[in-house]
């Protein structure tokens, strides 16, 4: 994978770049250790593999774009990553996002909707406040990623962005039906496999 650093107006975002194709874009989660590009680990080459270009991004204040001033805010972490689609450059992407990685990615999407493909929300924040006050603004393509036993976002959030969101689905990760039990269900990219292969799936269609 390759490394690179972009200069934003919020300070330097980082990347880790796999692959070729049509981009896809990985944001982190906020909450240690799942808050750098290095929460996709299990994701970025098998997703590459498939075909796409896969960029796993630190944006300012997190993992290896760490600066003086601490994080960005959610509504700077969203211009970062529009900011990012024109300084990489990215023309369209689709966005996967982990948590708060989620809430931006899916902010994102509403802000910037020609520039966003499709939309994957992994245990995403944010539900509550798409559903008062946005709900059926994001029109996009959009898979909806949680884990039954998720001991930080109930799994009724997910049905939450499904009901606001005409274009989505869900999968849920559920221990006994064939599905395997995650050994972190806040966070079900650490799967690996099984999720890549539900996140490609969704990336071809």
Known sequence: ????????????????????????????GRVLP???????????????????????IDLPGYGEAARPEGAISAESAVDCVLELFDRAPIT????????????????????????????????????EQLIQSLSGELDLPTLVVWAEDDPCLPVSQAQMFVDS????????????KGQPKLNHPEAP?????????????????
């Not at 750098?36 to 796993?56: C, D, H, K, M, Y």
């Not at 369209?92 to 994957?120: C, P, Q, T």
């Open 165 to 176: 969101i005409p274009k989505a689905r869900k999968h849920v990760f559920t221990p006994g």
């Open 1 to 28: 994978m390759d490394s690179r650093i972009v200069q934003t107006s919020y300070g330097k975002a980082h990347a880790k770049v796999a692959g070729v194709g049509p981009a896809v874009v990985f944001i982190h």
């Open 34 to 56: 799942l808050a750098s590009w290095q929460s996709w680990t299990p994701n970025l080459e098998e997703v590459a593999e498939a075909g796409f270009r896969a960029i796993a």
């Open 92 to 127: 369209r992407a689709s966005i996967v996002g982990h948590n708060w990685g989620g809430l931006i990615a899916w902010r994102a999407a509403l802000l910037g909707k020609s520039r966003v493909m499709k939309l994957v929300l992994v245990a995403a924040e944010g539900a």
């Open 189 to 205: 990219q650490l799967a690996g496999k099984p999720f890549n292969e539900v996140v490609i799936r969704f990336l071809k269609e």
